[in-house]
């Protein structure tokens, strides 16, 4: 069965910290992987990985991932209150344009 | 450019009623895909649709079901609602194949909030 497993489901921080999220992936005929913000909203697009190794940037946001292990880490540096929210993963899988297999989300809190 | 609307955005029903909502994709996008979200499962997928084609299915039963037209705003129904069903549901455009590049970006709609009392 296809599964996203994201970890921790929720992490509380102080302002300036570092964080690390993670997310843990059996899809079957896997294309790429999706990082995405939800906060009192619809979730809105962080970054699209699709190549091991490769890390992308924005600002300081930056995520990897690792094809051979399964797994994509979403960094976050400095963190602000505003970086409050669930973060998701998604992992796509299968046919002509495929579909989306989410995880549960990892619930930030960062305190001022 | 316009993002992805969801009419209407709250919506209350009763057990046994049916419920439709309403979905229009940034213009030009071609793909539109719906998801639930409750909090005890998650973002799960629905249903995805292509040029008016019901392109791939999750596994929900036939309550769900959709349709696309051909200015690609898409519709949901779900007959028959029980209380279970009362949850956010989101739409996803993508721009799908285009001249041969592919991207697998989804942007979301706000979502339509359906409560089932």
């Known amino acids: 069965e296809d599964k996203v497993v994201q970890s921790p489901l929720s992490l509380v921080v102080h302002e300036g910290d570092t964080v690390t999220l993670n997310c843990s992936y059996e899809?079957?005929?896997?294309?790429?992987l999706l990082w995405y913000k939800q906060e009192k909203k619809a979730p809105t697009f962080l970054f699209m990985l699709?190549?091991?190794?490769i890390e992308k940037k924005s600002g300081r946001l930056s995520s990897i991932l690792d094809k051979k292990e399964l797994f994509s880490i979403l960094n976050i540096t400095a963190t602000q209150t505003g970086d409050s929210a669930i973060y998701l993963c998604a992992g796509r899988y299968g046919g002509s344009q495929g579909n989306l297999i989410f995880g549960k989300g990892t619930k930030l809190s960062v305190k001022p | 450019k316009a993002g992805v609307t969801q009419t209407p955005r709250y919506l209350i029903k009763t057990r046994g009623q049916q419920v439709t909502l309403s979905c229009s994709p940034i213009?030009?996008?071609?793909?539109v895909s719906w998801y639930q979200q409750t909090p005890g499962q998650g973002l799960q997928f629905l249903f995805e649709y292509f040029s008016e084609t019901q392109r791939n299915k999750g596994n929900f039963p036939g309550r769900f079901s959709g349709r696309q037209f051909s200015n690609s705003r898409s519709e949901m129904n779900v007959s028959t609602l029980e209380l279970g069903d009362s949850a956010l549901y989101l739409c996803?455009?993508?721009?799908?194949?285009?001249?041969?590049?592919?991207?697998?970006?989804?942007?979301f709609g706000p979502g339509t909030r359906l409560t089932v009392l």
């Open positions: 213009s030009g996008h071609r793909s």
């Open positions: 899809v079957t005929n896997f294309r790429s």
């Open positions: 699709t190549s091991s190794g």
């Open positions: 996803a455009s993508s721009p799908a194949l285009v001249a041969g590049s592919r991207t697998d970006t989804q942007y």
